[in-house]
C-alpha cells in the first residue's frame, strides 16, 4: 500500500503512440507505464493500487485479444481498454463479451479515452475495496472456533436460539454463549450486520 | 503396342521368335538326349517347359513354334520307333497327349504372360496420369501464387493506412496533451513546448511513410518482362469471369490479334488492369437502367500500345474526373483511394500514361498507353 496512486498501463508496439498515451495521461494528472508488448507487461510488477490496461489489439507475440484471455485464465482481473488502427464488428464483439471497458478505434478523441479510463480505474478501486474487505472479513472468520462457525451459519439463516440448540443438541444457554463470542469476534454490532458480512463471504467460505 | 512391333518388322520379331523358341528347344532336347538313358520311358517333360518358357518370353507366336518343332524332335527321337518320324500304333496315344499337354502349357503360359503384361501397361499409364495431374497442379499452384501477388495489392493499401494511420495517432494525442498542458493553471509551457516537438516529428513521419510509398513506384526501376499485353487481359478476365457472373456483368474483349509486346513489370501491369476492372466493375453496381457491361480492348502501332476498359456505370462528374489520381481520394463506401493512384504511379515509371473520360453512352473509359521499345533495346 506504499503507493496508492493509480496507474494506467499502456500496451503499444508503436513508440510513438505509447508516447502520445502516457504524454495525454500524464498532462490530465493520471500516471501511465508503458510497455512495447504483452510479454513485457506480464513480466512487469504491479502495484497495489487501482489500475487499467490500455491495449493495442495488433501487436507482435501474443495480441491483444489473446492476452486478455490470458489474463482472465490466469485470474489476473485489470481492467483492458482496447485501441485498434482497423477493427471490425466481431472484434470488437469479442474484445466487450470477454469484459473490456472499451473498444477506440485510433485515431481517438481525448474524452473517449479518459472516460475509459476513469471507468476502468474506478471498476478496479470497487473490485479491490471488496477484495479488502473480504479479506477482513474472512480473517474474522478464521478465528471462529467450528462449533462457533456451526451457530454462525445456523444464527444468519434466521433461526431463534432454542432451534439451535435442537439442532447442533446443545443447551440454549450455551449455544448463547457462542453467539456472544461470534458477535463479538466478527466485530457485528447487530444480527443484521452478522447476516450480510455472511453474504459477502459466501462465495469464498463455502468452496 | 505388340501390334505395332507386328507391322513395324514382322521378318524381325519373326526371327526372334524363332530365335527364343529354338533355344529353349535346345536347352530341352540336350538333357533330355542325356537323360533318356536313366529312364524306361522317353523323358519329355523338360519340353512342356521350353514350350512355356518360349511363350513367356516369346508370346503366343513362339509357343506355338516351340509346339511344333518338339513335337517334331520328340516324334524322331524320343518315339517309338526312335529316329524316324512314323508312329508305332502303342505309342499314338502317348505322342497324342504329349502334344495336347504342349498346347495346353503353351496356352497357359501366353495367356498369364498377357495378363500381367496388360497390369504393366495399366500401372504405366497410371503412372503417367499422375505425373501429369502433378504437373498440372504444379502449374496451378504457380498460377495462384503469381495471383495473390496481384491481390496482394488490397493488403498493401491497408499496410499503408495502418503505416499512416499510427503517426496520425500520436499527432492527434500529443494535440489533445498539448491543450492541457496549456489549459492547465499555471500553463505548463515546456511540457506544450515538448509536446509540439513531438507533433512536428510523428507529421514528418507520416509524410515520410508516403515519401517511400510513392518511390516504390516511382523511382525503383519496375522488373521487366517481355510480355504480351493481350495474354495479360486475357489471363485477367478468367480470373474475373465467376465475379463478373455473380454481379450480372458482362466483360467483353476486343483484342487485335499480333500486338507488338512490351517490356513491362508483368505484376505490376497486372495489378493496374486489374484495378481498372475492378473499378468499372464497382460503378457498374447501381447501373440498372442499362446492361453492364465491361469491354477491354488493346490497339497499338510500332510506337505504343493503349488499352482501354469502358464500363457503362455511373461515370465520372467534372470533379471527381480531376481527383480520382489523387491518393486517399475515393468514390467507393469502403475505398482507400490508392488504387488509380498507385495505377498511375506504374503506368508512368513505364513511361507510359494513364487518364480518365467519361464514356458518350454513359459510363467511364480509362486507357492508358505504353511505349513500344525494339526488341533489341531490351537489354
Known amino acids: ?207 | 503396342m505388340q501390334s505395332s512391333a507386328r507391322t513395324g518388322g514382322t521378318t524381325r520379331s519373326l526371327i526372334r521368335h524363332c530365335g527364343i523358341a529354338l533355344f529353349f528347344l535346345v536347352a530341352a532336347f540336350v538333357p533330355t538326349l542325356l537323360l533318356q538313358r536313366l529312364f524306361p520311358y522317353p523323358f519329355l517333360f523338360l519340353f512342356f517347359g521350353a514350350v512355356m518358357a518360349s511363350a513367356w518370353f516369346g508370346g503366343k507366336a513362339a509357343g506355338l513354334l516351340a509346339v511344333v518343332l518338339s513335337t517334331v524332335l520328340v516324334d524322331y527321337f524320343f518315339v517309338p520307333p526312335f529316329y524316324s518320324f512314323s508312329i508305332s500304333t502303342t505309342a499314338e496315344a502317348y505322342f497324342a497327349a504329349f502334344v495336347a499337354s504342349a498346347l495346353v502349357a503353351s496356352w497357359i503360359s501366353s495367356a498369364k504372360k498377357k495378363s500381367e503384361e496388360a497390369l504393366k501397361d495399366a500401372l504405366d499409364q497410371l503412372e503417367v496420369r499422375v505425373s501429369e495431374r502433378t504437373a498440372e497442379l504444379m502449374k496451378t499452384q504457380t498460377e495462384l501464387a503469381h495471383l495473390s501477388q496481384v491481390l496482394s495489392m488490397g493488403e498493401l493499401t491497408a499496410s499503408i493506412a495502418h503505416e499512416i494511420n499510427q503517426p496520425l495517432t500520436a499527432v492527434v494525442t500529443h494535440g489533445h496533451a498539448c491543450s492541457e498542458w496549456l489549459s492547465a493553471n499555471p500553463p505548463n509551457l515546456e511540457k506544450a513546448q515538448q509536446t509540439v516537438q513531438r507533433i512536428i516529428q510523428d507529421g514528418t513521419r507520416a509524410g515520410a511513410v508516403l515519401a517511400r510509398i510513392r518511390s516504390l513506384f516511382k523511382k525503383e526501376a519496375p522488373a521487366k518482362d517481355w510480355l504480351d499485353i493481350n495474354e495479360v487481359i486475357h489471363e485477367l478476365t478468367t480470373f474475373l469471369r465467376d465475379d463478373a457472373i455473380r454481379r450480372r456483368i458482362a466483360i467483353r474483349t476486343d483484342l487485335v490479334p499480333g500486338l507488338p509486346k512490351v517490356t513491362a513489370d508483368r505484376v505490376q501491369l497486372q495489378q493496374v488492369v486489374l484495378n481498372l476492372m475492378m473499378n468499372g466493375m464497382d460503378a457498374m453496381a447501381e447501373t440498372s437502367d442499362r446492361s453492364k457491361e465491361l469491354l477491354i480492348s488493346a490497339r497499338g502501332d510500332e510506337s505504343e500500345l493503349v488499352v482501354r476498359v469502358e464500363d457503362s456505370g455511373m461515370g465520372l462528374d467534372a470533379e471527381a474526373n480531376e481527383k480520382i489520381f489523387d491518393p486517399f481520394f475515393t468514390t467507393k463506401p469502403h475505398g482507400i483511394g490508392m488504387g488509380l493512384s498507385i495505377s498511375r504511379s506504374i503506368i508512368e515509371a513505364h513511361e507510359g500514361r494513364l487518364w480518365a473520360s467519361p464514356r458518350p453512352s454513359g459510363g467511364a473509359i480509362f486507357q492508358f498507353t505504353l511505349p513500344v521499345h525494339p526488341r533489341d533495346s531490351n537489354g
Open chain 1, 1 to 207: 500500500m506504499a503507493d496508492a496512486r493509480p496507474t494506467i498501463f499502456v500496451v503499444d508496439d508503436d513508440a510513438s503512440v505509447r508516447d502520445a498515451i502516457s504524454n495525454l495521461l500524464e498532462s490530465v494528472g493520471l500516471r501511465a507505464k508503458v510497455f512495447d508488448s504483452t510479454e513485457a507487461f506480464w513480466k512487469a510488477p504491479r502495484p497495489s493500487a487501482p489500475s487499467c490496461l490500455v491495449l493495442d489489439v495488433r501487436l507482435p507475440g501474443v495480441g491483444g485479444l489473446e492476452f486478455q484471455e490470458q489474463l482472465a485464465k490466469a485470474n489476473v482481473s485489470i481492467p483492458v481498454i482496447f485501441i485498434t488502427a482497423h477493427g471490425d464488428v466481431p472484434m470488437t464483439s469479442r474484445a466487450m463479451k470477454a469484459g473490456a471497458i472499451e473498444f477506440l478505434m485510433k485515431p481517438f478523441q481525448k474524452e473517449d479515452l479518459l472516460a475509459a479510463v476513469r471507468q476502468g480505474l474506478d471498476r478496479d478501486r470497487i473490485r479491490r475495496d471488496e477484495q479488502a474487505e473480504i479479506a477482513v472479513l474472512q480473517a474474522r472468520v478464521d478465528q471462529l472456533t467450528s462449533r462457533e462457525r456451526e451457530v454462525m451459519d445456523l444464527v444468519v439463516t434466521g433461526l431463534i436460539n432454542k432451534e439451535i440448540g435442537a439442532q447442533l443438541g446443545l443447551s440454549e444457554v450455551t449455544v448463547k454463549a457462542h453467539r456472544s463470542h461470534v458477535m463479538q469476534k466478527m466485530e457485528a454490532s447487530s444480527l443484521a450486520e452478522l447476516v450480510r458480512m455472511s453474504d459477502k463471504l459466501k462465495p469464498r467460505e463455502r468452496r
